[in-house]
């Protein structure tokens, strides 16, 4: 069974940095994965934020960033506001029409 | 603008069907993969089924597997989602995204506000 996981939670004060990764429990997560980063607030649908690993979805802010970083993907908030506490979530492509989710990692800003 | 708009959700007894509906609109149909993802009560989001532009090619996670079918009517631009044999754990906000893509890679780029399906054990 894959399993897809990330940090279930992370804080950060007012314009710190932090980075997400995204792991999968075989190999190593790489570009053909296609990894994706979606933001979710509560009772709200999720947002998308980065596709391809690392491109950037209209009107999403320039803080924030994704890579692969040596084996995981990776969603880095540089400079994180009071409005980024979110819980996000990675997906990766595992197989041909086949996706997973992360567990999804709470992100505090205080 | 593109706009998802889930249909269909209900709450239904444990071993039931039920069928969602999707109308989708502001885009070329036919030419966007879709999809399902749902999200029980307090948990993470699951991809649940996809289905590429032209209906042929249908995935599904394994927990739904051989009780869950996805269609669409490209006619009508919709997508459904048809439920069999639900369990309790099937309960959840089942939202439709639009598949986007960017060179040789997918993602999921548009969101619905999802319609939330209830199973009573």
């Known amino acids: 069974q894959t399993v897809v996981t990330q940090e279930p939670s992370f804080s950060v004060s007012p314009g710190g940095t932090v980075t997400f990764t995204c792991d999968l429990n075989?190999?190593?997560?790489?570009?053909?994965?296609?990894p994706s980063w979606y933001q979710q607030t509560p009772g709200q649908a999720p947002r998308t934020l980065i596709y391809n690993t690392n491109v950037r979805s209209s009107d999403v802010p320039l803080r924030f960033s994704g890579s692969i970083l040596g084996n995981k993907a990776a969603l880095t908030i540089t400079g994180a506001q009071s409005e980024d506490e979110s819980t996000y979530y990675c997906l990766l492509r595992v197989d041909t029409g086949v996706w997973v989710f992360g567990g999804g990692t709470k992100l505090t800003v205080l | 603008e593109v706009h998802l708009l889930e249909s269909g959700g209900v709450s239904v007894q444990s071993g039931g069907s039920l069928r969602l509906s999707c109308a989708a609109s502001?885009?070329?149909?036919?030419?966007?993969?879709m999809a399902w993802v749902r999200q029980a009560p307090g948990k993470g989001l699951e991809w649940v089924s996809s289905l590429d532009g032209d209906g042929s090619k249908q995935f599904y996670a394994d927990s739904v597997k051989g009780r869950f079918s996805i269609s669409r009517d490209n006619f009508n631009n919709k997508v459904f989602l048809e439920m069999r044999r639900l369990r309790a754990e099937d309960g959840a906000l089942y939202f439709c995204?639009?598949?986007?893509?960017?060179?040789?890679?997918?993602?999921?780029?548009?969101w619905g506000h999802g319609t939330l399906v209830t199973v009573d054990s």
């Open positions: 502001g885009f070329t149909f036919t030419s966007f993969a």
């Open positions: 075989f190999g190593s997560v790489s570009s053909s994965h296609f």
């Open positions: 995204v639009k598949y986007g893509y960017s060179g040789a890679a997918m993602y999921f780029d548009q």
